[in-house]
């Protein structure tokens, strides 16, 4: 093993350890690692019987539970979910005491005859051990434990052979607090006690910051699973997404490199981890895919914005831990190769899809396998409708367009990663790098800026006219410093805060507001405010030092993040760019990790996160 992989395993072990909401199945299943040791608790309601064993945040068929999400230290330390199903309502906090958990469920609402609240106890992913009931207590005989773990209640158990559950139990009539306790045998006003030790008290509605560290450390922390066909921990874009048809996880490739972002404002370890097993699914033909999941399914078509080498720069100005460079590096460096390789269409690159005959067709690949689809997706904005009117040609798996967000990320791709190759004195490649990038700058300024438009736009190959439409994509050069001749001020100052295309209150939208023809289609990317965009589009602000512009950003972003955040604790995939709402739409996920991505332009902007610091000349 190199250093850099010895010095990752650490720290994967360091975070793999004691209990935590490590299972993404249910929200109220705490486990014990490395042991595997799982203890979820569940519903039984007693109208008509039904029971509710797996709890989720998002769920939308008819009868589901409904979930706030409370306060979740990264560590474990404290977690505190609310539950609504059926007449019933529950907080549940969680607490550690050394080795040991505790748990309190704190009815608030209940049914005529109250629930009962089900603890199963079980052993996950074939970890060794056995479990067994003893009396009024469920023990677990681990290997590496000499002593027994027990699982104790502090309520009388109810003798109901119908819960649905198939191994050993205990069930609790849920008529008042019910306290449950691992290792030594607690009362209910210890577990009381140990709860109020350890709650994370709100931050003050006043201070904005704490808000929104809040916001993002329970962004980070509610979507970190333990992944163990890997032996892994990483942060995933929500915990719903990772069951059901994608098998256990999904990693998509720019969300987690975000995600490693946002981590790093919490835990150097979190942090790392999803940099480096995100750059770790490297596909066969060198590239980092746009999703890889537990189905085994990975993305062999295509991929997704190179922002990684961006992030992983990012985290060692922060950190400063070689090791880290060493281990994402070549991963980095075969991904930057493979898209000029790859997709190149001249000087600058295009969006694409790579055909492939797959052993075993996902479902999901067939509608996007060397089709316009797939190609859009690679853009990590799907189906935007800005690349409606763009063809794809089969014979080359490309669009018939040099992409303007593909080709800016990209060069901000080469720069970062060629600061990577300079820190670890990779000279070769770092000139490579700087060449390569140099290239693709000189050809954007050359090829992608309109004047007649005052805007960067993608061009077309085919008819070599600017594609009509704009979207905040236009302000993605502003990444790699391109625009810094009066482009970019002269571009910004046109379209930015002009509420025809992005101003007004909740901003930015993904397409103008004036673009009335796309509003009548069917396009999840059309109009709606995407943390992402606003990420990039801020990045872009800050590089050109273009400081009033970038303020007015953070402080949209910052509103529209805690707006729902204070309504109902959520953070949203997209929001609504007209009311600044979330939950306006069923398919804009309640709790989605890069949604914090507004919290962290906020944080950003204050002064109050270090990342991104612009060196006092580029500011002139």
């Not at 916001?215 to 997404?241: C, G, Q």
């Not at 060198?286 to 993305?299: E, H, L, S, W, Y």
């Not at 859009?376 to 799907?382: K, Q, R, Y």
């Amino acid at each position: 093993m190199t250093q850099g992989a010895d010095s990752y395993r650490a720290a994967q072990r360091r975070l793999a350890r004691g209990w935590n909401t490590w299972d993404t199945r249910s929200l109220l299943t705490q486990v014990l690692l490395p042991e595997g040791l799982a203890v979820t608790l569940g519903l039984k309601e007693y109208y008509r019987g039904n029971d509710l064993q797996r709890v989720q945040i998002g769920r939308r068929e008819p009868d589901a539970e409904e979930v706030t999400l409370g306060p979740h230290a990264v560590d474990g330390g404290y977690t505190a979910v609310t539950v609504r199903w059926r007449d019933i309502e529950v907080l549940v906090e969680s607490a550690h005491t050394g080795a040991d958990l505790v748990v309190l469920a704190t009815p608030r609402a209940n049914q005529a005859q109250p629930a009962t609240l089900t603890v199963s106890v079980a052993l996950l992913w074939n970890r060794p051990g056995t479990v067994r009931r003893v009396g009024a207590t469920v023990v677990a005989d681990l290997p590496e434990r000499p002593e027994p773990v027990g699982v104790h209640g502090t309520a009388p158990q109810v003798d109901d052979p119908y819960v649905d559950l198939t191994g050993p139990y205990l069930a609790m009539r849920l008529d008042g607090p019910v306290g449950v306790s691992t290792g030594t045998p607690r009362d209910l006003a210890e577990i009381r006690r140990l709860v109020d030790l350890a709650r994370i008290s709100p931050a003050a509605p006043e201070d904005a910051d704490a808000v929104h560290r809040e916001l993002v450390r329970d962004a980070i922390a509610w979507n970190t699973i333990y992944e163990p066909a890997h032996d892994r921990v990483v942060t995933t874009v929500s915990r719903l997404w990772n069951v059901g048809k994608r098998g256990g996880y999904a990693l998509f490739c720019w969300d987690n490199y975000f995600n490693a972002l946002l981590a790093g404002t919490l835990s150097k370890d979190l942090a790392y981890a999803n940099a480096v097993e995100m750059t770790r699914e490297l596909t066969p033909d060198g590239f980092v895919p746009n999703v890889a999941q537990g189905t085994g399914r990975r993305t062999l078509d295509g991929s997704q914005p190179p922002v990684g080498s961006m992030a992983s720069w990012q985290l060692y100005l922060r950190f400063g831990d070689r090791w880290f460079l060493e281990e994402v590096f070549g991963g980095l460096l075969s991904w930057n190769r493979w898209w000029w390789r790859v997709r190149r269409h001249g000087d600058l690159l295009c969006l694409g899809s790579t055909a492939f005959q797959p052993e075993w067709p996902s479902p999901q690949d067939i509608p996007r396998i060397d089709q316009h689809f797939g190609a859009t997706c690679e853009s990590g904005c799907d189906d935007h409708p800005i690349f409606a009117d763009i063809p794809y040609d089969p014979s080359v798996g490309l669009m018939l367009a040099h992409d303007v967000s593909l080709n800016s990320e990209y060069a901000m791709d080469c720069e970062a990663l060629a600061n990577i190759a300079d820190a670890l004195g990779h000279d070769a490649e770092r000139d490579e790098l700087r060449e390569r990038g140099g290239a693709i700058i000189a050809a954007i300024e050359d090829r992608l800026w309109s004047d007649e438009t005052a805007s960067y736009r993608s061009r077309r190959t085919d008819t070599d006219g600017f594609t009509a439409d704009i979207s905040p994509m236009s302000f993605y050069p502003l990444l790699a410093g391109i625009g810094a001749d009066g482009r970019g001020k002269r571009m910004v100052a046109h379209y930015l805060r002009d509420e025809t295309y992005f101003g007004g209150r909740w901003a930015v939208p993904s397409t103008p507001r004036s673009d009335v023809d796309s509003a009548s289609r069917s396009y999840y990317w059309h109009g709606r405010v995407w943390p992402p965009m606003n990420f990039l589009v801020y990045l872009g602000l800050r590089r050109l030092g273009l400081a009033d512009d970038q303020r007015w950003l953070a402080e949209r972003s910052g509103d529209l993040a805690l707006q729902e955040w204070r309504a109902h604790r959520h953070v949203h995939e997209n929001y609504s760019a007209h009311t600044g709402e979330g939950c306006d739409k069923a398919n804009s996920e309640p709790f989605h990790s890069w949604g914090a991505l507004l919290s962290l332009v906020a944080l950003i902007e204050s002064g109050a996160e270090p990342y991104f610091r612009v060196p006092e000349e580029d500011n002139q």
